[in-house]
Structure formats: C-alpha cells, structure tokens
C-alpha cells in the first residue's frame, strides 16, 4: 500500500482549510466531525461556510491563505479548485511543516481523507488510494445499511467500561467478554433500551470473573487452494478466535491476513525433495501452545483430510488430552478442475476418480499403474510435478495411451493461476519447459473444456 492508515487525534489541534467554494465545503462537512480546531481561509466563502463560523464550528478568516496561517497546524487542505493557488498554499503549508492535501491531486498530497462510516467511537475508514472514489463510496453506503446506528451507543459505554474489565486477565478472557458483550449481551440489552445496557455489562463480568478458563484446543483447518473467498465461513471463525496459527508453505498470503493481527504465527513449511519442517516438530508445536491454554488453529492448504498428515497430528494432540475439530476446507482438485470446466467423474467416461500424491514420506509413492493406465480413467495427481517423469514412465510401461490428455494446474484459484495443457507422451518435458513455481495439480485423463481452454495460459507452442 502506497499510504498506510492512521487515526489521527484531532482533540485541540489545528486544521487549516484553503478555499470557500463547493471543494471546501465538501471537506468541512466530514471535518466538522472531528474536535479539532477548524480555520478557514477565503476571500468570498460559500454562505454555508459563513453560517457555520457564526454558529463555532470554525474560524473564518475572510483573506487568501498566506504565510503564517500553518503554524502548529496539523493538517492542511488546498481547497481553492484553482491549479495555481493550490500550488501556492499548499508550498507555503509545507514549510511550515504541516501535512498537506490538495483536492483531487493525489500526486502532491502528503495523506488522502478516505470515506467514513461514522458510528462514533466506531470509525470505519475505507480507502482505495485515489483509484476508485465511487468503489469507496459504495463501500461506505453497503456498511451504512449493515451497522445498526445504536452500535456507537453500544461502543461508548463500552469504552466507558473498560478500566472495569481489566479484572480480567490479559488476552482471551478478555476478547471473550468483549466479544460476548458486542455480539449477544449489549444487542439485547440495547433492544429493551439504553437504560439496560450498563446493568447487563455488570452482570456479564460478575459472570466472566466467575468462568472456568477455557482448556487449550486445536483446530485443523482446510484453508482451502489459496482463493480467500473459497475460505468456509467456519474456517474464517476460527481464524478469527486463535491465539496462534501454524501454517503450512503453500497457505497463500491473502488467507494469512485474515488472522488477528496479535495472532503468533508459525510457518512449518514442507517441500518435497526440500527444506522441511519435521513432522515431529509440528507435533510438539501442537502441543506446546495448546497446553497452555491457547485456542490453536493448524492451517493446512486444501482439504486438511486430504494429503495432510492429518492423523498423525491428531494422535499427538490426543496423547495429551488436548481437544480437537476439523474444520474442512475445497480441496485443490475442486478448484483446479472448476478451472477447466471438467466434472471429475462423467457417466459413460469415468465412474470414480483417484486422488493421488507424487511422491510420500519414502521418495516417488507407488500405485496400481495398471489399473490406472486403462482407457477412460481420471486421477487427480498431487505434488506431482517432481514426480511428473516418473509418473510417466509407470503408466507408459503398462501400457497407457501416449496421447491420454493430461492437465496441470499451477496456483489453482488464484490470480496467478496458470494451465498447462498436454498428453502423456509429452507431459514430464511440458512440465519442466513450463517452469512452474507455485502448487500444481495434475489432472491425467482430463483436458480443459473449449471455453477454459481459450483462456489458458500456458501455450505449448510457446515452449516449443
């Protein structure tokens, strides 16, 4: 992000406005929300701008903006909707050291005012960098529909009410309360009416202070192929509520974000054939955290069920009477196949479909070839590009068909995604000109349908 969002304290400080016009005017209106101290300067105000300084809600200084006029100022808007002026005042603000902005210049302004959903104290600030406004304004109008207008009442005595809740310890017990508080208890209470809303705060921490702690518990997530809008609801709730996140390499960086920001966070990247975390390590990482009461959330790419280890995790954790649940997630097959337009399984071509993995804990995994190499069969092949040759070679040997299809799909789901269409005869030196990088799925016995394939990325006679 090129400008990094802040919430600047306003309370007796100085904001000093250029101009008097419909500019001007549009500034002071989200302004004059603020407890700082507004100036204006303009030679000919607008009348709104004349009856807002007669009412005290700004200082109108009826002259041109010139030096002097941003002393001790903390902000400074150019607003003067004439090129030249805006030029003048904004060079004269900046000497003086204060931040500038220049309507509908967002090269030389120094910050940009976002769109403001105002539910005081909550302040929702939505920003998109000068590129979109009327994205933002849309924004803004779908939250105003969202947040009910008692949540800043709600807010304001809960601020109010802080300093009572540091009874309870740090971290959890606390988020617990003050969850418990804005989604059930404070709602319901505001619904009879204001009055009931401090009685039912009392009553929730005599409750709080009263409550066993919760016990340490883990949950093994599917994060799904890298997509955070294939993300379940369920995965999300989760993501949202732990103390730490263990990640696995292929968890994409959009889906990370999603987690509390005061989340520890634990990268146990695998890579076949590469630099790995232990299985045993993740183990005891499992552990560790949740037995010390920590709500843990395992992040595992895709399905957790599905190539994951799973098991062996949740042995661990049950030899230490830890609890558990699975929160499953769209494997990467799902989304890769989606991708090209193919169902897994066809009536009349194939009634199941083999879920494979290139290679295991011991090097290259071994399957029913045969079975495998007759006409009409579908396989869905993970961490299969190492493995590609060797896979290869196997169906090859008994007796697959050269020109079966075969389909790989790198970074399925995501915005880099790519789509690697040939045959088996072709596929280990395809995959290897090809390059690829990220995750990929390879489909045999599969080919994009015509439409996906006129989108496809990669192009063997590109290779070739």
């Known amino acids: 992000m090129d400008h990094f969002p802040i919430f600047l304290a306003t309370t007796g400080r100085r904001i000093v406005l250029s101009g008097g016009g419909d500019a001007a005017l549009a500034k002071l209106r989200l302004l004059m929300k603020s407890t700082a101290r507004l100036t204006v300067f303009a030679p000919a105000p607008a009348a709104e701008i004349v009856t807002w300084a007669a009412s005290g809600k700004l200082t109108l200084i009826r002259r041109a903006f010139d030096h002097g006029d941003t002393i001790c100022a903390a902000l400074f808007y150019a607003a003067n909707e004439d090129a030249a002026e805006d030029k003048r005042t904004a060079a004269i603000a900046r000497a003086e050291g204060a931040l500038v902005n220049i309507v509908d210049n967002l090269e030389d302004s120094a910050f940009i005012t976002p769109a403001i959903v105002d539910r005081d104290p909550v302040t929702i600030a939505i920003g998109t960098e000068g590129a979109a406004p009327v994205l933002a304004r849309a924004i803004k109008a779908d939250f105003e529909e969202r947040l009910p207008a008692s949540l800043g009442t709600l807010a304001r005595i809960g601020k109010a009410f802080r300093a009572a809740s540091y009874a309870l310890p740090f971290g959890r017990p606390r988020r617990d309360f003050w969850r418990d508080y804005y989604f059930n208890t404070g709602p319901k209470a505001m619904n009879e009416s204001e009055e009931q809303v401090q009685p039912a705060l009392d009553a929730l921490l005599e409750t709080h202070l009263n409550k066993t702690a919760r016990a340490g518990h883990v949950a093994f997530v599917g994060g799904g192929p890298g997509d955070p809008e294939l993300l379940t609801l369920k995965a999300r709730r989760a993501l949202d509520e732990a103390d730490v996140v263990i990640y696995d390499r292929l968890i994409s960086p959009e889906i990370l974000e999603l987690a509390r920001r005061e989340a520890v966070m634990i990268d146990v990247g695998k890579e076949g054939f590469g630099p790995s ?29 599905v190539f994951g280890r799973l098991d062996e995790e949740i042995d661990a954790v049950d030899a230490h009477q830890i609890g558990w649940h699975i929160v499953p997630g769209i494997t990467s097959a799902s989304a890769a196949v989606a991708s090209i337009g193919q169902s897994l399984t ?36 993970y961490m299969g590009k190492k493995s590609a040759r060797f896979v290869q070679g196997r169906l090859l040997m008994h007796g697959a068909d050269r020109a079966t299809p075969v389909t790989v799909i790198e970074n399925a789901s995501r915005a880099d995604q790519r789509i690697l269409e040939t045959t088996l005869d072709r596929m280990a030196d395809d995959i290897s000109s090809a390059a690829m990088s990220g995750p990929a799925l390879t489909f045999y016995g599969l080919a994009p349908r015509a439409a996906a394939a006129a989108a496809t990325d990669i192009k063997l006679e590109e290779m070739a």
């Open 277 to 305: 975390t232990s299985q045993e390590t993740i183990n005891d990482l499992l552990v560790e955290h949740a037995s010390t009461g920590a709500q843990v959330v395992r992040l595992k790419s895709g399905d957790a069920t």
């Open 346 to 381: 066809r009536r009349g071509r194939n009634a199941s479909v083999r879920f494979l993995t290139g290679h295991d804990m011991k090097g290259f995994a071994d399957h029913d070839w045969a079975q495998l190499a007759r006409k009409n069969e579908v396989a869905a092949i």
